[in-house]
């Protein structure tokens, strides 16, 4: 039966702070309907953020939420996490957030395999400070502090938590919010660290800079621009050109960090240390 | 009941410390000369069911320990001048966010990477001021190795009994100093826990305060679905971050959670100040030789007088005011180039008293000769 994602918001918090047309909502909406789907109680379900137009995403959603500094909720999370690990931990975050001030604790979280869902809200922008340049920005893209088009080139977050050792890693769009509730179901009862990068549209801090005045266009350029990594394989690199990939890029098993930490406690109550 | 007595080093009672007042988890990154706590609770904290963790940098720590904290555990990091710099933004979201932790700084010289293994008094006003905002601070500052124990578990009691952030300021001489200690049995030490939420689900609000000004705790998954939010936020702790009433009267909790328990978190000790006419006012190693200092003085004849302080923030401004008519002056010996010394000052403004700073910052301890002189020198 579908689910009504109001029944999972607290009401009594609208309205939300978000711009009209902006993607953060699909993304939760689909965040939110996929911890549904896993059949996750309220009362198990922590979703914890960082600072930016994601990180107001658990305001407004009934579980257990907390907000932190920017960039930090993955060491927030991986504090909570092991105190509490029989709690269901997701954090939500930005490609600010999660990709530039908290670059460095994501690699780290990746690498440590801790059971934390990671939704990286991508809108290739600083959306709350206003519309400034992000590590995630393409290339040559205008921005308040890119008024030439930035010189940086951007990264791809998926390929750097697979590097950095995600058990769990895809992308999907606010266009593709089928594929992108599928993905974060998944991420949800994969036990170990995941990462679902989530593109959205930012129309006023992105798009209207960027030759794409309405959330329509962006959309447009979401279903135009994707293509799913299986049918990417049967293509030829020019036909890729000017593409990304959606789709599940790494699903693996390793030991998870809380599960291991358990038995050194054991072995330590046991046995001593060396 | 069984008093312990042992050969410790400080950093070393520091952590048996804290585990004695509870403390089940600890983030951190080494640093010297603060590594031996780390050191000694990864291999501690699991034996009793904890958790530690290295993590990749100091913010990190920090953010691991709140996050731990919120979980339900008492977590406690520790570090050194640079890391402790770096744990500046999330202190100051656990004093916002009211979570309870402690966070170790054994002093090294500065600024910057300084002189590591030489002690220092410089971060004084860092541990008052170090991150932004008008937050509210408990600052306990050992000068043996046995206060370092029990300073290690007031601040571990504080920080729960009043939800807010608690920093113990040792240097490098209280840490790595080995001394005979008494402790007493576990036992008799008094452990705090955090005060738990009374009123069932639909009548909390997480940030409703009692009389002391201090919100009972429940962490999260037990049934009390809430938000936290490091903006200004409301009893329901829902950001009000353009509330301008409401912003008032968080401050003032904050603060006020400090005041209404202030005859109880500040700490000093008077020593030989019944008659005396000079008093040195003095923390951390340096009140060690202020304290070799007044028995020399005694010896010749000078009545001099210790005023130490264990808690350095708040100020323990009451207690200097006491001697503001009675001394001549105040000697304020610092390793640092003046920082106590300025609340000193305000303390003594309308009195007689003058006060005379006594400073050294080139990793070397005041000598208790140079603290004599500076007595004879008011004399
Ligand atoms: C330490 C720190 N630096 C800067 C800021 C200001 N700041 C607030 S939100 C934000 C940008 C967030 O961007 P992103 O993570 O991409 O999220 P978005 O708002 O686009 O969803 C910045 C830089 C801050 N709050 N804290
Ligand atoms: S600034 Fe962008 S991301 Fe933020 S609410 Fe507006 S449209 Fe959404």
């Given amino acids: 039966m579908a689910v009504h994602v109001q029944d999972y918001l607290r009401m009594h918090k609208m309205p939300h702070i978000w711009c009209p047309g902006c993607g953060t909502g699909i993304a939760l909406g689909a965040v939110v309907r996929a911890i549904h789907n896993v059949g996750y109680s309220r009362d198990e379900v922590i979703v914890i953020t960082g600072i930016g137009c994601s990180a107001r995403t658990n305001a407004i959603i009934d579980f257990n939420t907390f907000q932190t500094t920017h960039g930090r909720a993955l060491?927030?999370?991986?504090?909570?996490?092991?105190?509490?690990?029989?709690?269901?931990v997701v954090v939500i975050t930005g490609d600010g957030d999660g990709a530039g001030i908290g670059g460095n604790h994501l690699i780290h979280t990746c690498r440590r395999n801790i059971d934390i869902t990671t939704i990286l809200i991508n809108n290739s922008i600083y959306g709350m400070t206003g519309g400034q340049y992000s590590p995630l920005t393409p290339q040559g893209s205008y921005a308040t502090t890119a008024p030439y088009g930035t010189v940086e080139p951007s990264f791809d977050i998926c390929k750097l938590a697979e590097g950095a050792g995600a058990t769990y890693v895809g992308r999907a769009t606010a266009y593709h919010v089928t594929l992108l509730e599928q993905l974060v179901t998944k991420a949800l009862k994969h036990e170990g660290f995941s990462l679902v990068e989530a593109i959205t549209q930012c129309p006023i801090g992105y798009g209207r800079r960027n030759k794409m005045k309405s959330p329509t266009e962006m959309l447009k350029w979401q279903k135009e621009h994707a293509?799913?990594?299986?049918?990417?394989?049967?293509?030829?690199?020019?036909?890729?050109?000017?593409?990304?990939?959606?789709?599940?890029?790494?699903?693996k098993t390793a030991p998870e960090y809380t599960k291991l930490y358990q038995k050194l406690i054991e072995d330590a109550q046991s046995k001593g240390a060396k | 009941m069984k008093r312990q007595v042992k050969l410790l080093q400080g950093n070393e009672a520091c952590a048996m410390a804290a585990v004695a007042a509870g403390?089940?988890?600890?983030?951190?990154?080494?640093?010297?000369?603060?590594?031996?706590?780390?050191?000694?609770l990864a291999q501690e904290l699991p034996k009793v069911g904890g958790t530690f963790i290295?993590?990749?940098?100091?913010?990190?720590?920090?953010?691991?320990?709140?996050?731990?904290?919120?979980?339900?555990?008492?977590?406690?990091?520790?570090?050194?001048?640079?890391?402790?710099?770096?744990?500046?933004?999330?202190?100051?979201?656990?004093?916002?966010?009211?979570?309870?932790?402690?966070?170790?700084?054994?002093?090294?010289?500065?600024?910057?990477?300084?002189?590591?293994?030489?002690?220092?008094?410089?971060?004084?006003?860092?541990?008052?001021?170090?991150?932004?905002?008008?937050?509210?601070?408990?600052?306990?500052?050992?000068?043996?190795?046995?206060?370092?124990?029990m300073l290690t578990i007031k601040a571990v009691n504080f920080s729960e009994m009043l939800r807010m952030p608690v920093i113990i300021l040792s240097d490098a001489v209280v840490g790595h100093l080995r001394e005979k200690v008494v402790l007493p049995d576990i036992s008799e030490i008094e452990i705090v826990e955090r005060k738990k939420v009374t009123v069932p689900p639909e009548e909390f609000l997480p940030f409703k305060p009692d009389a002391d000004d201090v919100?009972?705790?429940?962490?999260?998954?037990?049934?009390?679905?809430?938000?936290?939010?490091?903006?200004?936020?409301d009893e329901g702790g829902y950001p009000a971050t353009n509330n301008h009433q409401v912003a008032d009267k968080l401050l003032r909790r904050l603060h006020n959670k400090i005041e209404k328990r202030r005859g109880e978190i500040v700490m000093t000790e008077e020593?030989?100040?019944?008659?005396?006419?000079?008093?040195?006012?003095?923390?951390?190693?340096?009140?060690?030789?202020?304290?070799?200092?007044?028995?020399?003085?005694?010896?010749?004849?000078?009545?001099?007088?210790?005023?130490?302080?264990?808690?350095?923030?708040?100020?323990?401004?009451?207690?200097?005011?006491?001697?503001?008519?009675?001394?001549?002056?105040?000697?304020?010996?610092?390793?640092?180039?003046?920082?106590?010394?300025?609340?000193?000052?305000?303390a003594l403004k309308d009195k007689k008293a003058g006060v005379r700073p006594l400073n050294r910052f080139d990793g070397k301890m005041i000598t208790p000769e140079q603290i004599v002189s500076a007595v004879k020198e008011v004399k």
């Fill in chain 1, 75 to 88: 060491s927030f999370a991986t504090g909570f996490k092991l105190t509490r690990p029989e709690m269901k």
């Fill in chain 1, 227 to 251: 293509v799913n990594v299986k049918a990417a394989a049967g293509m030829s690199p020019e036909q890729l050109e000017g593409k990304f990939l959606i789709g599940e890029f790494v699903n």
């Fill in chain 2, 23 to 40: 403390v089940r988890f600890f983030a951190g990154y080494p640093i010297t000369p603060a590594t031996e706590i780390a050191e000694i």
């Fill in chain 2, 54 to 149: 290295q993590m990749e940098d100091e913010i990190a720590s920090m953010a691991a320990v709140i996050g731990a904290s919120i979980g339900g555990v008492k977590g406690l990091t520790a570090t050194s001048g640079p890391g402790f710099t770096l744990k500046q933004e999330n202190l100051g979201y656990a004093a916002m966010v009211q979570v309870p932790c402690v966070i170790v700084n054994v002093q090294r010289g500065g600024p910057s990477t300084g002189m590591p293994t030489l002690p220092a008094q410089m971060d004084v006003m860092q541990a008052r001021w170090g991150t932004h905002g008008d937050h509210p601070i408990i600052v306990l500052c050992p000068s043996t190795v046995y206060e370092y124990y």
């Fill in chain 2, 215 to 233: 919100p009972p705790f429940v962490s999260y998954g037990k049934g009390y679905r809430y938000h936290m939010t490091s903006n200004n936020y």
């Fill in chain 2, 271 to 346: 020593i030989m100040m019944d008659d005396a006419e000079v008093a040195i006012f003095a923390y951390g190693c340096t009140a060690r030789s202020a304290y070799s200092a007044v028995e020399t003085a005694r010896a010749q004849g000078l009545k001099v007088g210790l005023i130490k302080a264990l808690t350095l923030w708040p100020f323990p401004r009451e207690v200097v005011e006491k001697y503001g008519d009675k001394v001549q002056a105040v000697i304020v010996p610092e390793m640092n180039m003046g920082q106590l010394v300025g609340e000193v000052e305000r």
